[in-house]
C-alpha cells in the first residue's frame, strides 16, 4: 500500500488548477461567442432601421429667478429705498440652523452637571 505524501498533494493541486484553468477559459470562449453573435444581429437590426434625425441640442434648465427678475427687483428696491448695493444673491437653501441648535443641545446634554 502506497502512502500518500506531500509531493502527491501538490501533483492533484496542479491537476485540480489546470481543470479550473481549461474549465474557465471554455466558459469564457462560449460567452464571447455569444456576444459577437449578438453584436452582429444588432449591427443587422442597425442597418435596417431608418435613420433617426439628429437630436436637438437641449437648453439646461436653469432653476432659480431669471437674471431680468432680479435686475427689476434691484430696481425696484432702489427705487423705494434709495441708494444701496446688493452685496449677494444666492439660491434659498435649506439652513442649517436646526442643525447646530440640535447639535448644541446634544452636547450640553453631556456636560457634567455641577456637584449640589
Known amino acids: 500500500m502506497k502512502t500518500y505524501t506531500t509531493l502527491d498533494a501538490i501533483g492533484d493541486m496542479f491537476v485540480i488548477y489546470g481543470i479550473v484553468i481549461v474549465v474557465s477559459m471554455l466558459v469564457a470562449a462560449v460567452i464571447r461567442g455569444i456576444v459577437i453573435v449578438l453584436s452582429r444581429q444588432a449591427d443587422k437590426e442597425a442597418a435596417k432601421a431608418p435613420a433617426k434625425p439628429a437630436p436637438v441640442a437641449l437648453q439646461p434648465i436653469r432653476t432659480g429667478i431669471p437674471q431680468e427678475h432680479l435686475a427689476v427687483i434691484t430696481a425696484a428696491v432702489a427705487a423705494m429705498l434709495g441708494a444701496h448695493r446688493v452685496v449677494r444673491i444666492e439660491t434659498p437653501d435649506r439652513g442649517f440652523g436646526w442643525t447646530s441648535e440640535a447639535r448644541s443641545s446634544h452636547h450640553t446634554s ?7
Do not use: N, Q, V
Open 110 to 116: 453631556h456636560a457634567p452637571r455641577a456637584s449640589h
